[in-house]
C-alpha cells in the first residue's frame, strides 16, 4: 500500500513540475470523458468492473509471500 501510495505522490509531483505533460495529460483526459459520455451508462460500469479488477489484482499480487 505504501508503494502505491508513493507512486502516485511522486507521479503528482512530476505532473507539477512538467506543465506540458499536464496539459497533454488533461487534454487526454477530457477527450476519454467525451468518449465515456457518449456511450454511457454502460462505458461507466466498464470502467467501474476494470478498476475494481485492476485493485483486486494490485492487493493480492501485494499479500503473496515473495
Not at 499536464?22 to 477530457?30: H, K
Not at 456511450?39 to 467501474?48: A, D, H, L, Q, T
Request: hydrophobic content about 50%.
Amino acid at each position: 500500500m505504501t508503494r502505491l501510495i508513493g507512486l502516485f505522490g511522486l507521479a503528482g509531483i512530476f505532473l507539477f513540475i512538467s506543465p506540458n505533460l499536464r496539459e497533454d495529460l488533461g487534454t487526454g483526459f477530457d477527450s476519454a470523458v467525451k468518449g465515456l459520455d457518449q456511450y454511457s451508462p454502460f462505458s461507466y460500469v466498464g470502467v467501474g468492473l476494470a478498476l475494481l479488477l485492476l485493485v483486486m489484482i494490485y492487493l493480492h499480487r501485494s499479500a503473496a509471500p515473495r
